[in-house]
C-alpha cells in the first residue's frame, strides 16, 4: 500500500498529566520547543479537557486514565522493563525518555513533524521482496501499528502466531522493543538504520530501519549463528594473541602458515618473517623429521597428538629450550598439516638442573663429617645454586646458650645471635620460619632484624630453623632468581637439618665407640695390672728385705701394660735430695739427671710425692716443656705420662714409687687407686721385712726420749694423781687403746682416773703396799700405740706430772732423725735424750730351761710336770685338781698353790720382755 501525505500541522497541542515532580521536568523540555502548546491538567480531570493532539503521562496510572483513542506516550522515572511493559498495558503509543528529544517525537506521532523522505516506496513491494528472502519485515505507521508484515515476523515477535496487523509493534512484542531507539533514530533522522540487535529472548538480528513519509519499513534478519561463530572466532584469536604460549600451523611440508605474537616474541622474527619459511628455519632438521613420524603415528590413530623437547633457535642465533605439543591439522582442500603449540621452558629446565643440583648437594651434605662442613655446603648451595644475595649458617652453641655463625656470604660479619635478639632468635627458640624485614641490609646488624607480615614480606627473606642445631638466615632480592626459590630453600634447610642429625648421630655414635673402646682398653689394662699385683704381692710375700721388696716390685712394674720405666726412691737428708733405692726398665740416664741437677728436678713427680706424702699424676709430660726441665728430659726418653705414689707406713715413709708410661693419660683413676693401694702394700712389706730382720740382728738401736706434750694422756694421768706411773703393758685397739698401769705410792686412788675425759673406765686389779696396778680403758691415742706405728718398740714407760720418759728400741739402720721428727708432729716439745746401740741378748732353749729350773722348787716342778703330763691342761680337763693332789699325796690346796705358783715363774720368764714392750 501507499501512505496517502498529511497536511503539516504548525502546531501540536499537548496536555501533560501526572501526579509527581515529573510534569515539572517534562515541561522544560516541551516549552523550550515553539511547536509545542502545553496544555496543562493540574486543575481538571484529563477527561474533562478539551480534544488535543497527544497526551503526555508521567506514570502508568496517569497512562491508564487517558481517553481511549488518544496518542498517548509515557515518560516514566522507572524505565525498568516491568514498569515500561505496564505502560504499554495501558494503552501507551511510546515510552520515550525525558531528554531534549521528546518535542520531535511527539511532532512525529502526531504527524505534524518528520524530515523529508522518498515517497516513491510501494510498502508492498517491500514486504513482499523480504517474503521471497524469508526475512522477517513489516511497515508501522507514525502510531508504531503494524501495516503489513511477512510471516517470518511472527517468529522474531515470538509472542503471537501471526503477524499482530493493527497492533502497536512495541506493545505486541518485547523482542522489538529491543529495536526501538534505533527505529526512532531513523524516522527522526530521515536516514535509513542498519544495525544488530540482542533480543531479550538472546538470539542476534541484524536490522534495517527504512523511514517513509508516514512511517517506517523495518526488517529482521536472524543472524544468531553467524555471530556466536564470529564471536567464537574473534575470542579464539584473542586468546591465542593473548596467552603466553605460541601457537602455530604448518603445511604439509612444515611451511608456516599462521603464528601468534607469543611466537614472534620467542623467536625474535616479525611476523611477515616466519609466515611462508620453512621451519627448519626455529628447529633442527632431525627434529622435522622426527615430528614427521609423529604426525604419520597420529594420522594412523596410532596415539592422539605429539610432544617433542626442542631447542628453538632465535633470530639473535641463540637457542631456547621449549617444549611442543602438536596435532594434525586436515586442510579443505584435503591436504594434511599441523598445529602445535611452543611452551618456554626454560624455566622448567633451569628449575630441574637446580633440583638435580640440589640433590647433588644433598648427597655432599651427608657425606659431610662436621657441622661446620655442613654449614659450609649449606652457604655454596644457597649462594650458587639458589642464587641467594645473603645466607648465614648459625649453629647453637649449648655451652654458651648462643647461636654463632659458621658460614655466611654477604655484607659485613654477621654477630652470634643469644636470647632476645631480634628474629633470629624466636626462629631457634619457637622452632618455626620467619618472616624477615628488609630494613637491615648488612650482615653486622642481622641481631636486629625484626620478624615481617608474611604477605607483605619477600618471600626469600626467610629464617628457617634447623631443628635443635641452629638457624639458615637467607635474604634476596627475589630479581631475576630460580622459579621456586622459597621452596627450594625450605628443602635445602630439610636437608641441612637431616644431615646435622646424622653427624650428631655419627659424633654420638664415635663418642659411644671411643668410650666403649675406651673402657674396654681400661678393663683390659686394669686386668693386666690385677695380675701384675697379683705377681707383685706374691713377690712382696716371698722377699726377706728392703732391697729385695723394692727391686722386685719395679721388674714387676715394668712388665705391665705401657709401662717403660720404674723406680723407688727416698729422701736422703744428709745431702736434702731424692735418691734413686731400685729401678728397672728403660732408665737411659734419667736418674743421673735428677741427682745431677736436684733443683731443676725441684717439680719433678717423686720429688713432689715425697715432700708432700701425696700421689702426683702427671697426663701429658709434653705439656708446659718450657718451664720444667725434668719434662724435656723425660720427653726425650719417650715418657708420655707419669705417676709417683708414696710409700707411706703409719705416716712413717720409705719414700716413692714412681712409673713412667709410654703414653700420654696412661693412669686412669682405677690405676691410680691400684697404685696407690700398691704403695700402700708396699709400705706394709718394708715395715714387716724390718721388723724381721731386726729379729735377727744381734744389736739394735736405743734411745731414750723425753715427752711434755699436753696430747700425751699418761702425762695427764699423772698429773691427776700428783704420782708416778709405770706402764705394765698395752693392747692397742681400733678406737683407743687398754692400759695396764701401775700407780706408784700408798695413796694412789684409781677413781681418780674416772674425773679425766680421755679415760674411759678405770679398774682396779690388785693393790700391793705401795703400789696399785689397773686397767685403763682410753678412748684416744696413747704414747706406745704412735711409737708401735713408728716402728719402735716401748722398753720403759715412766710417767710423772712433770714429762714421760720413754726408752724405745729402734732396729739397725732406722733413720732415728726422721723417727723423732714424726713424734714430734705428734707431740710438740719431745726431746731426744739419749741414742746408743746396744747388743741384743738372745736366749736359747736350754739357758731358757736353766732359768726356770732354777727359779721353781722341786714341789712346784713337780706339780707342773704331774699337770703337764695327766692332761690337766687339756679340754675338757682329763685330771682334776683333787685327783692330781691325791696322786701326789698332799692335800688339794696345797696342790693347787704349788701349781699356780709355778705357772707364774713359767710366764715371767716366758713373756718378761714382752710385757715391757707389749704396745
Not at 444 to 450: I, N
Not at 496 to 505: C, F, S
Not at 855 to 864: G, P
Request: proline residues 4%; aromatic residues 6%.
Amino acid at each position: 500500500m501507499t501512505v496517502e501525505p498529511t497536511a503539516s500541522q504548525f502546531s501540536v497541542e499537548v496536555r501533560l498529566v501526572g501526579d509527581d515532580h515529573r510534569p515539572e521536568e517534562v515541561s522544560e523540555y516541551l516549552l523550550a520547543d515553539e511547536r509545542i502548546e502545553l496544555r496543562s491538567n493540574r486543575e481538571a480531570e484529563a477527561d474533562a479537557e478539551p480534544e488535543v493532539d497527544c497526551i503526555v503521562c508521567t506514570s502508568v496510572d496517569a497512562v491508564a486514565a487517558a481517553p481511549d483513542g488518544s496518542v498517548v506516550v509515557a515518560v516514566l522515572t522507572d524505565a525498568s522493563d516491568e514498569a515500561v511493559s505496564r505502560a504499554y498495558e495501558a494503552g501507551a503509543m511510546a515510552v520515550v525518555p525525558s531528554d531534549e528529544t521528546l518535542p520531535d517525537r511527539l511532532a512525529w506521532l502526531s504527524g505534524a513533524g518528520g524530515p523529508a523522505v522518498d515517497d516513491s516506496v510501494d510498502t508492498t513491494d517491500v514486504v513482499s521482496a523480504a517474503a521471497a528472502f524469508g526475512d522477517a519485515a513489516c511497515v508501522l505507521d507514525r502510531r508504531w501499528r503494524v501495516v503489513e508484515a511477512t510471516d517470518a515476523f511472527a517468529a522474531v515477535v515470538g509472542d503471537v502466531d501471526a503477524p499482530p496487523v493493527g497492533e502497536n509493534v512495541w506493545a505486541a512484542s518485547p523482542n522489538a522493543r529491543a529495536t526501538a531507539e534505533q527505529c526512532w533514530q531513523a524516522v527522526m533522522t530521515g536516514d535509513a538504520e542498519s544495525f544488530e540487535a540482542t533480543l531479550p529472548d538472546g538470539r542476534r538480528v541484524a536490522a534495517d530501519a527504512v523511514p517513509l513519509r508516514d512511517g517506517l519499513a523495518l526488517r529482521y534478519r536472524d543472524v544468531t549463528e553467524r555471530t556466536e561463530t564470529e564471536e567464537s572466532l574473534d575470542r579464539y584469536e584473542r586468546i591465542l594473541e593473548t596467552i603466553d604460549d605460541g601457537i602455530y600451523i604448518l603445511d604439509e611440508n612444515f611451511r608456516i602458515t599462521e603464528v601468534n605474537e607469543a611466537v614472534v616474541e620467542m623467536t625474535g622474527y616479525d611476523r611477515e618473517t616466519l609466515v611462508g619459511s620453512h621451519s627448519t628455519m626455529l628447529a633442527d632438521e632431525s627434529i622435522i623429521v622426527e615430528a614427521s613420524e609423529v604426525i604419520q603415528q597420529i594420522l594412523t590413530g596410532e596415539i592422539a597428538d605429539g610432544r617433542l623437547d626442542v631447542e628453538l633457535e632465535t633470530a639473535d642465533g641463540s637457542t631456547i629450550p621449549v617444549e611442543t605439543r602438536f596435532s594434525a591439522l586436515s586442510f579443505s582442500d584435503g591436504t594434511h598439516g599441523s598445529v602445535g603449540v611452543i611452551r618456554d621452558i626454560s624455566d622448567r629446565k633451569r628449575y630441574e638442573r637446580t633440583l638435580t643440583a640440589l640433590n647433588s648437594s644433598a648427597h655432599e651434605l651427608f657425606e659431610s663429617q662436621t657441622k661446620p662442613a655442613v654449614g659450609e655446603t649449606v652457604l655454596g648451595t644457597a649462594t650458587e645454586i639458589l642464587e641467594l644475595e645473603s645466607v648465614v649458617v648459625y649453629l647453637y652453641d649449648e655451652e654458651a646458650s648462643r647461636l654463632r655463625p659458621v658460614a655466611w656470604e654477604g655484607e659485613g660479619e654477621p654477630p652470634s645471635i643469644g636470647p632476645g635478639d631480634g628474629a633470629l632468635w624466636r626462629c631457634f627458640a619457637e622452632s618455626e620460619s620467619v618472616h624477615l624485614g628488609t630494613d637491615v641490609t648488612t650482615l653486622d646488624r642481622w641481631d636486629e632484624l625484626t620478624p615481617a607480615d608474611p604477605a607483605d614480606a619477600a618471600a626469600e627473606s626467610v629464617a628457617i630453623p634447623l631443628g635443635t642445631h641452629g638457624v639458615l638466615a637467607t635474604s634476596s632480592s627475589g630479581e631475576d632468581s630460580p622459579r621456586g626459590q622459597s621452596t627450594l630453600t625450605h628443602l635445602l634447610a630439610a636437608n641441612a637439618e637431616a644431615a646435622l642429625d646424622r653427624v650428631a648421630r655419627s659424633l654420638e655414635l664415635e663418642r659411644r665407640r671411643g668410650e666403649l673402646a675406651r673402657r674396654n682398653e681400661e678393663l683390659t689394662n686394669l686386668n693386666r695390672f690385677n695380675e701384675l699385683l697379683r705377681e707383685v704381692n706374691r713377690v712382696l710375700v716371698e722377699s726377706d728385705s728392703r732391697e729385695e721388696i723394692e727391686r722386685a716390685v719395679c721388674e714387676r712394674l715394668v712388665d705391665g701394660p705401657s709401662i717403660a720405666f720404674a723406680w723407688v726412691g727416698t729422701y736422703d737428708r744428709v745431702n736434702e735430695q731424692v735418691v734413686p733405692r731400685a729401678w728397672a726398665g728403660e732408665e737411659r740416664g734419667y736418674l743421673d739427671c735428677l741427682t745431677e741437677s736436684p733443683e731443676a728436678y725441684a717439680s719433678e713427680p717423686s720429688v713432689r710425692t715425697i715432700r708432700t706424702d701425696e700421689t702426683t699424676l702427671v697426663d701429658n709430660v709434653g705439656q708446659e716443656i718450657q718451664e720444667h726441665q725434668w719434662r724435656r728430659d723425660a720427653l726425650d726418653r719417650e715418657f708420655g705420662s707419669v705417676a709417683s705414689v708414696p710409700l707411706t707406713y703409719h705416716e712413717f715413709s720409705y719414700g716413692a714409687l714412681t712409673v713412667y708410661a709410654t703414653e700420654p693419660n696412661a693412669f686412669d683413676d682405677g690405676t691410680q687407686l691400684m697404685f696407690e693401694e700398691l704403695g700402700v702394700t708396699t709400705a706394709n712389706a718394708i715395715n714387716g721385712a724390718e721388723a724381721k730382720e731386726s729379729l735377727h740382728t744381734e744389736s739394735l738401736i736405743e734411745l731414750e726420749i723425753r715427752v711434755s706434750s699436753q696430747n700425751e694422756p699418761l702425762l695427764r694421768i699423772a698429773r691427776a694423781l700428783d704420782g708416778e706411773v709405770q706402764l705394765e703393758g698395752s693392747i692397742p685397739q681400733t678406737d683407743g687403746s687398754l692400759l695396764y698401769l701401775t700407780l706408784e705410792g700408798p695413796d694412789a686412788d684409781a677413781d681418780t682416773l674416772s674425773s679425766l675425759v680421755v679415760v674411759e673406765e678405770v679398774r682396779e686389779i690388785v693393790r700391793r703396799d705401795d703400789e696399785t696396778l689397773v686397767e685403763v680403758q682410753l678412748a684416744a691415742e696413747t704414747l706406745p700405740s704412735r711409737l708401735a706405728d713408728l716402728g719402735g718398740a716401748v722398753r720403759t714407760l715412766t710417767a710423772t706430772p712433770e714429762a714421760v720418759d720413754v726408752v724405745v728400741e729402734l732396729s739397725p739402720g732406722s733413720d732415728v732423725r726422721e723417727f723423732v721428727e714424726h713424734l714430734r708432729e705428734s707431740y710438740p716439745g719431745t726431746e731426744l735424750s739419749a741414742k746408743r746401740t746396744r747388743e741384743r741378748s738372745i736366749e736359747t732353749q736350754q739357758s731358757f730351761r736353766a732359768n726356770l729350773g732354777e727359779s721353781l722348787t722341786d714341789r712346784q716342778f713337780e706339780a707342773l710336770r704331774t699337770a703337764y703330763f695327766s692332761g690337766y691342761f687339756s679340754w675338757p680337763r682329763e685330771q682334776t685338781a683333787s685327783e692330781l693332789a691325791a696322786s701326789l699325796d698332799v692335800a688339794q690346796p696345797t696342790f693347787s698353790r704349788h701349781l699356780r705358783v709355778a705357772e707364774r715363774k713359767l710366764l715371767d720368764n716366758l713373756l718378761a720382755d714382752e710385757r715391757r714392750t707389749r704396745l
